[in-house]
């Protein structure tokens, strides 16, 4: 029997989300208001969406970090900033982790890691499989991992490519940004994933902020899909014509190669559906 939350259990929460204005936090600061909770979010330099307490913050600032937590009082965190295109990734990585753990102990705390906390070799995994970073990245991913499991009332979300059919991702921008300009283009043929709606990431991490359950679990979409198909078919959705300096092809052993996840646990745990790409686009046109 699936240990599902029941219907009517959400409460209004007083709700921290770092990184606001990212692309994940830009789907999740206004999900989490239409939803009732008190929602405060961080973010660096750009302030993000409307309707909730955006406060600049530095996450490497032990101080600052700690004086918010003081102030705002939130019943959980959601921890979603700590990009991998940060100059000083590993640091921010590193350090919001930690400080976090540290001041923010009495808190219900959701933390996002990523599927490049393995090398690649042995997908789909587990929630229970060893992990084996390969580049800078998953190395930080699993540093932050090891810190946040700390906590004593903890979720490590580890998902993958995250894209919206609302705004466009950073990846699928940075593709036509680059087609426009005739730069050329991979998309790898050999990278498998399971990439993940923005929205349907963001309900669950809403759904396990309230939740029991504590530890890693792998949330991402339910179909497997290659690089390649995956950003053909972002490109057809938002209607990216230019081609002519894109390919496609295999890419090389410094990036994990099957980084697919076996989302078996997430499924039975929560509420919150986690389609594939296909049904969502399928269901954004009906």
């Given at each position: 029997?699936?240990?599902?939350?029941?219907?009517?259990?959400?409460?209004?929460?007083?709700?921290?989300?770092?990184?606001?204005?990212?692309?994940?936090?830009?789907?999740?600061?206004?999900?989490?208001?239409?939803?009732?909770?008190?929602?405060?979010?961080?973010?660096?330099?750009?302030?993000?969406?409307?309707?909730?307490?955006?406060?600049?913050l530095d996450l490497r600032?032990?101080?600052?970090?700690?004086?918010?937590?003081?102030?705002?009082?939130?019943?959980?965190?959601?921890?979603?900033?700590?990009?991998?295109?940060?100059?000083?990734?590993?640091?921010?990585?590193?350090?919001?982790?930690?400080?976090?753990?540290?001041?923010?102990?009495?808190?219900?705390?959701?933390?996002?890691?990523?599927?490049?906390?393995?090398?690649?070799?042995?997908?789909?995994?587990?929630?229970?499989?060893?992990?084996?970073?390969?580049?800078?990245?998953?190395?930080?991913?699993?540093?932050?991992?090891?810190?946040?499991?700390?906590?004593?009332?903890?979720?490590?979300?580890?998902?993958?490519?995250?894209?919206?059919?609302?705004?466009?991702?950073?990846?699928?921008?940075?593709?036509?940004?680059?087609?426009?300009?005739?730069?050329?283009?991979?998309?790898?043929?050999?990278?498998?994933?399971?990439?993940?709606?923005?929205?349907?990431?963001?309900?669950?991490?809403?759904?396990?902020?309230?939740?029991?359950?504590?530890?890693?679990?792998?949330?991402?979409?339910?179909?497997?899909?290659?690089?390649?198909?995956?950003?053909?078919k972002l490109l057809d959705?938002?209607?990216?014509?230019?081609?002519?300096?894109?390919?496609?092809?295999?890419?090389?052993?410094?990036?994990?190669l099957d980084c697919r996840?076996?989302?078996?646990?997430?499924?039975?745990?929560?509420?919150?559906?986690?389609?594939?790409?296909?049904?969502?686009?399928?269901?954004?046109?009906?």
């Amino acid at each position: 029997m699936r240990a599902r939350m029941r219907a009517g259990m959400r409460a209004r929460m007083r709700l921290l989300i770092t990184g606001g204005s990212s692309y994940l936090g830009c789907h999740l600061v206004p999900l989490a208001v239409a939803q009732g909770h008190i929602v405060c979010y961080t973010y660096f330099s750009q302030p993000g969406p409307d309707g909730a307490d955006g406060r600049q913050l530095d996450l490497r600032d032990e101080t600052a970090v700690r004086a918010l937590l003081q102030e705002w009082q939130p019943e959980a965190i959601i921890h979603t900033a700590g990009s991998n295109r940060s100059p000083d990734m590993t640091a921010v990585i590193g350090q919001s982790a930690e400080y976090l753990t540290r001041y923010g102990a009495g808190c219900r705390l959701v933390h996002l890691s990523s599927d490049v906390v393995f090398d690649g070799r042995h997908g789909p995994y587990r929630e229970t499989d060893p992990v084996s970073p390969i580049h800078r990245y998953g190395e930080a991913k699993v540093a932050a991992e090891a810190i946040v499991a700390q906590h004593p009332n903890q979720v490590t979300v580890r998902t993958s490519l995250i894209y919206g059919l609302q705004i466009m991702d950073r990846s699928t921008e940075w593709i036509s940004q680059a087609l426009q300009a005739k730069e050329p283009v991979t998309l790898f043929t050999n990278q498998l994933r399971n990439p993940i709606w923005a929205d349907s990431l963001s309900l669950a991490c809403l759904e396990l902020a309230e939740h029991t359950y504590r530890g890693i679990l792998h949330v991402a979409g339910e179909q497997n899909m290659t690089r390649a198909e995956f950003g053909l078919k972002l490109l057809d959705w938002w209607g990216i014509q230019e081609r002519n300096s894109l390919h496609t092809g295999p890419s090389g052993p410094e990036w994990p190669l099957d980084c697919r996840l076996d989302i078996g646990l997430a499924t039975n745990l929560l509420q919150t559906p986690l389609p594939g790409f296909d049904a969502v686009v399928q269901r954004q046109r009906s």
